[in-house]
């Protein structure tokens, strides 16, 4: 069983954890928010496979010297290669990379664990090794279990024993690196150990659900566990409360995360009590199943328990007092249930932590796609009851695709960046990948993707298409081409059309609206020609006029007329002279052609002109 790959900073504000492909991502404990995430260039081709973290306080300087100097977090990493790698969290900055050119560990690296100024590490063929981790080399090594592999390695709080374990925990006396005690009492190998505030008791766990309590004073001879504790499911992580007082220490709090999701408490004086333990408290979270589980857990002060859940790859943490008065005493809490609720926005937490200095993430050496909150977060339409616009991604450029495909080839291939976005919910690296990667390897990509993660391939494509319509078009490509390459696992799916429901809500909903927008087009076409008709008839009406009537013109002619003319008038009035003209006006009905109107409106008889 792997080691827990989980832990908190030393004041519970950080949550660290390691995803599969070795991104070390930090989220705020108050506000869920994903704040750093730190990877190594070719973190591809290893991955990690334990963790530890220290805090250097900075030294207090005397008068005149320079005191510049802050707190220094270190995070510590075993590889599945018997390497071992230390990041500086507040510089962003990869610091060593100890592969042991000696070859010190030969598989994978179990188990890390800082001392005060060494790092000691156990690995899976059975050796320990103590580093100094100032200058990345070996102080000493030896060999921790000839028979087994070793999982899990512990130190006591005055770091002068150091607990490895398999199926049998051995404890080491560091200045000799002699065998102190064998313990003995698990059925399968260790995944969880922990030293008591005062090293008096260690805690182990494993995977055959029995949590063990060892007296670390208890000679070769006594190798029995002075309490046993069982569990309902496997525990993945156990933590004592290191915030009660170690002096005159005789109740000691500890608590267990199973893999049912709950969470075991337990009070115990093992000096007095029987040798089984009885749980003093439970603590659930409401909703918690397979898309939401409980990860890891601790106690962030004497009376309070903090608690991480994962649900799709967004973690967020809750608070809780397991303590409460009844009948004027302090007891243990029976029965806890949580409400899951939405964290508080960054600036309630500043304000509950009294600060208003905002958090700024440092530099990193080498970040694959800053991962960022789950697309179902970001693709929410409403703020407060209120609707906010969706922003469409940017498409690349052509510069932009050739520097991203630089960026790929030097991290890995296309497939583990894919494979990569879609198991962080890198919503902004997956866009690139879409439009990146060529069509003659699409095919090809998604059919070697990981079975078991192609749904959340599908769920990734469909918000895309929902809410990224500048990449509707490819996402629809995908989703065809994944159909035609994984169809017979995904109908050996029992819940595949619950999964697949949202996308079949899109298509029916693109459909209607088809059916809708056909309609209304077909419509606007008849407006558009009715328009075009009237367009037409107007301009008809609108030609330039045959004739044109001057009122001036008319006026001044009148004005000359001579006597012989008034006379005509008059015998016009009196019906003589005037058989053979026109009338003045035409009436509907009646033609003529053009040699009409170039003679005044007088016929020309061709016959006639031909006689003479």
């Known amino acids: 069983m792997e080691s827990n790959l989980e832990r908190y900073s030393e004041d519970y504000t950080q949550f660290f954890h390691v995803t599969g492909i070795s991104q070390i991502q930090i989220y705020d404990t108050f506000t869920s928010e994903n704040i750093q995430t730190f990877q190594e260039a070719k973190s591809l081709s290893r991955k990690y496979t334990s963790i530890a973290l220290y805090t250097q306080s900075p030294k207090k300087k005397s008068k005149g010297e320079d ?173 004592w409360n290191r915030h009660q007082s170690p002096e005159d220490l005789t109740q000691y709090d500890f608590l267990a995360v199973l893999q049912s999701d709950v969470v075991n408490i337990w009070s115990v004086n093992p000096k007095k009590e029987k040798k089984k333990g009885h749980i003093a408290g439970t603590i659930k979270i409401e909703g918690a199943d397979k898309t939401n589980t409980l990860v890891f857990g601790d106690f962030s002060s004497d009376n309070e328990v903090i608690l991480t859940t994962d649900s799709f790859g967004k973690y967020q943490s809750y608070r809780t007092p397991y303590i409460e008065v009844k009948d004027e005493q302090m007891v243990i809490k029976k029965e806890t249930i949580l409400k899951k609720q939405e964290p508080p926005v960054p600036e309630q937490a500043r304000k509950k932590e009294g600060g208003d200095n905002k958090r700024k993430a440092p530099h990193v050496e080498h970040v694959v796609g800053q991962v960022d909150m789950p697309f179902e977060a970001t693709a929410s339409t409403q703020t407060n009851g209120k609707r906010s616009k969706i922003v469409d991604v940017p498409a690349l450029t052509e510069s932009e695709k050739k520097a991203f495909q630089q960026e790929i080839k030097g991290t890995g291939t296309m497939l583990s960046a894919l494979t990569q976005a879609v198991h962080t919910n890198d919503q902004e690296l997956f866009k690139k990948i879409l439009q990146v990667i060529e069509d003659r390897w699409v095919t090809s990509t998604i059919s070697k993707f990981p079975k078991d993660k192609v749904l959340t391939l599908v769920d990734r494509l469909v918000y895309l298409l929902r809410f990224q319509p500048s990449i509707g078009p490819i996402a629809i490509k995908w989703l065809k081409i994944i159909f035609e390459e994984h169809l017979l696992y995904l109908l050996e799916q029992p819940d595949v059309l619950q999964k697949l429901s949202p996308l079949y809500a899109i298509i029916d909903s693109r459909l209607a609206m088809f059916k809708r927008v056909s309609t209304l087009s077909g419509k606007l076409d008849l407006l558009l020609k009715q328009a075009s008709t009237m367009r037409q008839k107007k301009k008809v009406f609108e030609d330039k006029a045959q004739f044109v009537f001057k009122e001036n013109e008319v006026e001044e002619e009148s004005g000359d007329e001579s006597d012989d003319e008034r006379s005509s008038s008059s015998n016009e009035q009196n019906g003589e002279g005037y058989e053979d003209e026109e009338p003045d006006t035409i009436l509907e009905g009646d033609e003529f052609d053009d040699d009409e109107l170039l003679n005044g409106g007088e016929d020309v008889d061709d016959s006639d002109e031909d006689d003479n």
Request: charged share 20%.
């Open 67 to 239: 005191s510049s100097s802050t707190t220094k977090k270190f995070v510590a990493l075993g590889t599945d290669k018997g390497s071992v790698v230390i990041w500086d969290i507040v510089a962003g900055q990869l610091l060593e990379n100890w592969d042991g050119k000696n070859k010190i560990h030969q598989k994978s690296v179990s188990g890390v664990v800082f001392g005060s100024s060494v790092l000691y590490s156990c690995s899976r063929d059975g050796s320990i090794a103590e580093w100094q981790v100032s200058t990345g080399k070996v102080n000493h090594t030896w060999v921790g279990d000839k028979q087994g592999e070793l999982a899990c390695i512990a130190i006591n709080p005055e770091q002068t024993v150091l607990a490895t374990a398999s199926t049998t925990i051995k404890l080491w006396d560091l200045s000799s690196r002699k065998v102190l005690a064998k313990l003995a009492g698990h059925t399968s190998p260790v995944s969880s150990m922990q030293f008591s505030i005062d090293g008096l008791y260690l805690l182990t766990a494993a995977a055959d659900r029995y949590i063990n309590l060892w007296s670390t004073e208890a000679s070769k001879s006594e190798q029995a566990p002075a309490r046993v504790f069982s569990c309902d499911s496997i525990p993945k992580a156990i933590q």
